[in-house]
């Protein structure tokens, strides 16, 4: 079945590390991207990819940053100067302009 | 870009209709209306979109007012499944780049009861 996987499910670090939270996707989508979402907010765009090694930065880019190498996967990384890290991250993918997204089913980072 | 305004939460009776009303009044003409859904701790599920005429499938209907500053979205039996957020959504689409990023906002917390 096509989806998007999104792994591990919970993550925990210390602060002070980075951490990369992977990203797949088997749909043959040309676009995907990435959110944060904290308690009771909305979802906040961090990076966008419409093709392969291109990206560009979202609404809250600082302290992140991915890779478009291959067209199934965008990994994000999230660096030691992003200063409130804890999460919930989500990832998704669509096949391009007039689309609907498919999410994975998230990333909850806990920084402690 | 166009914002949408959405009541933070509503009721509905199981089996009954939900409705769910935003406003979108600055919106542009090559913007569409997106809805999502987002249960506890998943990621969001797409419902339905539109540009200027109602659509229908297997889970809503989406109405659009003639001036495109308002649309509803209609689940017709509602049923405990269906408590979730429910955002509703403008694209900010440019058709020579910047894709077409969907920009989330709180959107409406539906809870559905017995």
């Known amino acids: 079945d096509g989806g998007i996987t999104q792994s591990p499910k919970y993550l925990f670090r210390k602060e002070g ?6 990203c797949e996707q088997n749909l043959n989508h040309d676009a995907m991207y990435w959110y944060r979402q904290d308690p009771g907010q909305g979802l ?29 996967s965008f990994p994000l990384t999230v660096t030691s100067a992003q200063k409130n890290p804890t ?24 920084v402690v | 870009d166009a914002k949408t305004t959405q009541p933070p939460s509503m009721d509905c009776a199981e089996g009954r209709a939900a409705n769910l009303p935003c406003n979108h009044s600055t919106i542009s003409g090559n913007e569409y209306v997106y809805w999502y859904r987002q249960i506890h701790s998943q990621g969001p599920q797409y419902i339905i979109h539109g540009l200027k005429n109602n659509e229908t499938n297997e889970m809503a209907s ?4 003639e001036d ?3 649309s509803t979205l209609i689940l017709p039996h509602a049923t405990l499944r269906d408590t979730a957020v429910y955002y509703c959504i403008v694209r900010v689409g440019k058709l020579t780049g910047g894709g077409n990023k969907l920009t989330f906002g709180t959107g409406t917390q539906l809870k559905v009861e017995l």
Request: hydrophobic share 30%.
């Open chain 2, 68 to 70: 495109r500053k308002s």
């Open chain 1, 17 to 22: 590390q980075n951490v990369t939270l992977s």
């Open chain 1, 87 to 110: 999460a919930f991250y989500l990832c998704a993918s669509s096949p391009g302009l007039g689309y609907g997204y498919t999410f994975g089913s998230g990333t909850r980072l806990t």
């Open chain 1, 44 to 72: 906040r765009l961090i990076y966008y990819s419409q093709i392969v090694n291109d990206f560009q930065k979202g609404d809250i880019a600082e302290g992140y940053s991915v890779s478009r190498e291959k067209k199934e």
């Open chain 2, 62 to 65: 989406l109405i659009i007012t």
